[in-house]
């Protein structure tokens, strides 16, 4: 499909405001609902943030999922006398031992405050690997190596440069973007700054729409289709995120 840039800009403005005005949170599947139920929990920002964490595989399944964490963990220190679920590449121990990595964010002042230093020093994708850098850090201190675990290897080692960030995108636009759908939490990042949680069915849309011109599915591709929508809204270019999941889940372009 091939629309002029007004034409396209046009398109895809439609199909936000569609999006964000019909939006109907009972028949969402998508972990970001999960979230919106527990907006009193007292660290919301770690819930959201081991949700999109877990944001892999079938979206039921995920809700399903999240649903039987143990969150009011993460005010304790009694993680021995607790049964944490395994979870497709997660084992039980996998998931008790991202709690008390996390644990202990929040007893050093939370995950807001770790990212927000990082991001006024040195930018918004360079603060996703200092956060990710700090996380396996702690662990270390704990005496969990991530490194040695695939499935906690595969939720907080992203090679640099390479993968797309797609969760950790996901869950820095729940925190900074405000509508009917995202939280907002987070003022001090710019929305301009956000890049889109590229998946592989919104990295197909965006080719199939001339958003990209990427072949592979890799950060440079995120970086990319994100520069791309920046240009149809300066302030908030991640708000596409919903227009290209609506016309995928519509199939508008078939």
């Avoid at 919106?36 to 809700?63: P, R, T, V, W």
């Avoid at 591709?221 to 995928?248: H, M, N, Q």
Wanted: charge should be positive; aromatic fraction near 12%.
């Amino acid at each position: 499909m091939h629309l002029e840039s007004k034409d396209l800009k046009d398109f895809l403005d439609k199909q936000y405001e569609l999006f964000n005005k019909d939006f109907d949170a009972n028949s969402y599947a998508d972990p970001l609902i999960f979230v919106k139920k527990h907006l009193d929990f007292k660290y919301l920002d770690e819930l959201a943030f081991i949700s999109a964490l877990f944001s892999y595989g079938n979206a039921k399944q995920i809700l399903k999922f999240l649903h039987t964490l143990p969150f009011n963990t993460l005010e304790s220190k009694n993680f021995e006398e607790v049964s944490f679920p395994y979870y497709r590449f997660q084992n039980s121990s996998d998931v008790g031992n991202l709690f008390k990595i996390v644990h202990e964010v929040i007893k050093r002042g939370g995950l807001k405050a770790l990212f927000i230093k990082a991001y006024k020093k040195v930018g918004l994708l360079e603060a996703i690997y200092l956060v990710l850098d700090s996380l396996k850090d702690i662990g270390l201190e704990l005496g969990i190596d991530i490194k040695a675990s695939h499935g906690l290897k595969f939720l907080l080692a992203s090679k640099r440069g390479v993968s797309p960030l797609k969760r950790i995108n996901m869950f820095l636009r729940w925190m900074v973007r405000k509508d009917n759908l995202d939280l907002g939490r987070w003022d001090e990042v710019d929305k301009k700054d956000l890049l889109l949680p590229l998946d592989v069915h919104t990295f197909n849309i965006s080719k199939k729409l001339k958003l990209l011109e990427s072949k592979s599915y890799n950060l440079k591709a995120c970086l990319e289709v994100s520069s791309k929508l920046l240009t149809f809204d300066s302030k908030d270019p991640i708000k596409y995120d919903f227009a290209l999941y609506r016309i995928g889940q519509l199939k508008l372009l078939s």
